[in-house]
């Protein structure tokens, strides 16, 4: 089993920057993908970002350029640095693992809130 803790989120004005970390603990071995997703309210959670084993990373259109996703495996973290925040940036983001056997998104972790302000 896996267990994801995410910290780093905040109020941060518009154009600011924040990194969020997730930290997982458990089995870390047998992760793959390591990943970001968010849900603001009254819509559907949406993929930010991932990445592989190797390093490889996907992007949600809204935020190639501003949005950096990166693991330390070393560490047991994943981080998903952003930059250049706008209000639509706002939501809970959820950080998000998955293995072979359990192919992400499978485990996930409680949320931590993002609020861009004006």
């Known amino acids: 089993q896996v267990q994801l803790v995410e910290s780093g989120g905040g109020l941060v004005q518009g154009g600011g920057s924040l990194t969020l970390s997730c930290s997982a603990s458990g089995d870390y071995a047998i992760i793959d993908t390591m990943g970001w997703y968010r849900q603001a309210p009254g819509k559907q959670r949406e993929l930010v970002a991932n990445i592989g084993r190797a390093f490889f990373t996907t992007y949600a259109d809204s935020v190639k350029g501003r949005f950096t996703i990166s693991r330390d495996d070393y560490k047991r973290t994943a981080y998903l640095r952003m930059n250049s925040l706008k209000l639509e940036d706002t939501a809970v983001y959820y950080c998000?693992?998955?293995?072979?056997?359990?192919?992400?998104?499978?485990?996930w972790g409680q949320g931590t809130q993002v609020t861009v302000s004006s």
């Open positions: 998000a693992a998955g293995t072979m056997l359990r192919p992400f998104p499978y485990f």
